[in-house]
């Protein structure tokens, strides 16, 4: 796509971007078809290239407006459009520019600025958001229906092995997870153990700067990263394996740390470091694949019907699809069909309390799909995905690697 930056815009970041991924930009559509917003309310200017659209205009200097924002708004960041483009837009990249240059230009209301505050400092901070679930969980019974289905019952963790291996991994344990499913960081921690790896956390680490940075507080999501790349480096400098998420949101957002500290004089270097020290739950135990068959007891089969939802950040995020399935097929369970297991089920963080319409609607069309083949269990790999989905279903949302934990204890039947 032939473009002009705006004399503003020139040799700034956002301008680098937005000139490198516009070019790559050929119009052919093919984004349409995979886009969720555009699935739903049927918009060009709710689709990746009708977005892209629009953010060329205000970067060849067209002055943004409401409207404007409320298009790149409505963009769930799934991604699903660059696994589908044939020339390779990275169409993240350039929302985000872009999203940067029209909140700066076009501002929030005063309620709007508050409702995003609010969600930034309340779900980053666990011990804020642990108290407030503990408050709900305690009202719970209490709770009109509407209100009842975002408050969870309390999970317990169940036992987390206290470190004895050679082998090391440190996990971040995130901001929400802890609290609503401490369960499973506790079970990945189990198997692990099973493995010969113990997993450790560091109190120092906090929120992997995710929900920061998609509220458009790149300052806050910079700070963030900091902060967990100073927790996280003496680790690896004492020999620990790798940095393991258990959320894949988590995980795309802390895989990307060396882009987004690229420019950073001190902690680029650092921060490339963690990146690559960064994986996926799931990347670890395909490595230890043939080991853990051999630990999977063969009491368990048949195992429940699972129905399996990727969520986009592990499957457009990270481009990581098919090897969960595969492991969970060959430890014994059996796989649901699912239909369009690319699109979005609407949570994208703090997306289905911005936009609960959109975000409803696409999760009454993801649960439909998910229980199409009558599953016993939902699977999933992201603690936004599950407790979205869990909010409308009466089949139970876990994340996959407890199903893998109770299948190595034995205790799936």
Same mark, same amino acid.
């Given at each position: ?49 009708g977005r892209i659209y629009l953010m ?32 390779g837009v990275e169409y993240g990249r ?159 957002? +802390? ?5 987004? @500290? %690229?420019?950073? /004089?001190?902690?680029?270097?650092? $921060?490339? #470091?963690? &990146?690559?020290?960064?994986?996926d739950i799931s990347e670890v135990l +395909? ?5 853990? @068959? %051999?630990?999977? /007891?063969?009491?368990?089969?048949? $195992?429940? #019907?699972? &129905? ?30 699912? &239909? ?30 998910? &229980? ?42």
């Amino acid at each position: 796509m032939q473009t002009s930056l705006a004399s503003q815009y020139r040799n700034t970041p956002e301008g680098e971007v937005a000139e490198r991924v516009l070019r790559a930009c050929v119009h052919c559509g093919f984004c349409l078809a995979t886009c969720p917003t555009y699935q739903v309310l049927g918009s060009e200017l709710d689709s990746p290239r009708g977005r892209i659209y629009l953010m060329k205009q205000v970067f060849e200097g067209a002055t943004p407006t409401a409207k404007t924002q409320l298009h790149l708004d409505r963009c769930l960041t799934c991604r699903a459009c660059e696994t589908t483009c044939p020339s390779g837009v990275e169409y993240g990249r350039l929302l985000d520019a872009g999203r940067a240059v029209v909140e700066q230009a076009v501002g929030r209301s005063a309620g709007e600025a508050v409702k995003r505050s609010a969600l930034k400092r309340g779900l980053s901070n666990p011990a804020l958001f642990n108290t407030a679930l503990k408050l709900g969980q305690t009202a719970r019974g209490l709770l009109p229906g509407f209100l009842k289905d975002k408050v969870p019952a309390a999970d317990p963790a169940g036992t987390w092995p206290a470190p004895r291996h050679a082998r090391k991994m440190l996990v971040l344990e995130g901001c929400v997870q802890p609290a609503i499913k401490p369960g499973i960081n506790a079970a990945t921690a189990r198997v692990l153990d099973r493995l010969g790896v113990s997993l450790v956390a560091d109190a120092q680490a906090g929120c992997c700067g995710a929900l920061a940075h998609h509220l458009n507080d790149h300052s806050d999501a910079l700070a963030a990263m900091r902060r967990n790349i100073d927790a996280w480096l003496p680790h690896l400098d004492a020999g620990v394996e790798a940095i393991v998420m258990t959320a894949s949101g988590c995980g795309v957002m +802390v895989k990307d740390y060396g882009w987004q @500290l %690229r420019h950073d /004089p001190v902690y680029a270097e650092k $921060a490339a #470091r963690i &990146a690559a020290a960064t994986k996926d739950i799931s990347e670890v135990l +395909v490595a230890e694949r043939d080991v853990l @068959l %051999r630990l999977v /007891p063969n009491a368990i089969s048949p $195992a429940p #019907r699972v &129905a399996w939802h990727p969520p986009c950040t592990l499957q457009h995020g990270q481009q990581l699809g098919g090897d969960i399935e595969a492991l969970l097929v060959a430890c014994g369970f059996e796989l649901t069909p699912v &239909a369009d297991k690319h699109l979005c089920c609407g949570s994208a963080g703090t997306y289905s309390i911005l936009q609960p319409e959109i975000a409803g609607e696409l999760k009454t069309r993801k649960l439909a799909s998910l &229980a199409a083949g009558q599953p016993e269990v939902i699977a999933t790999a992201n603690i936004g995905c599950l407790t979205h989905l869990q909010s409308g279903s009466h089949v139970p949302v876990r994340h996959w690697v407890e199903l893998l934990d109770a299948a190595l204890a034995g205790q799936l039947n």
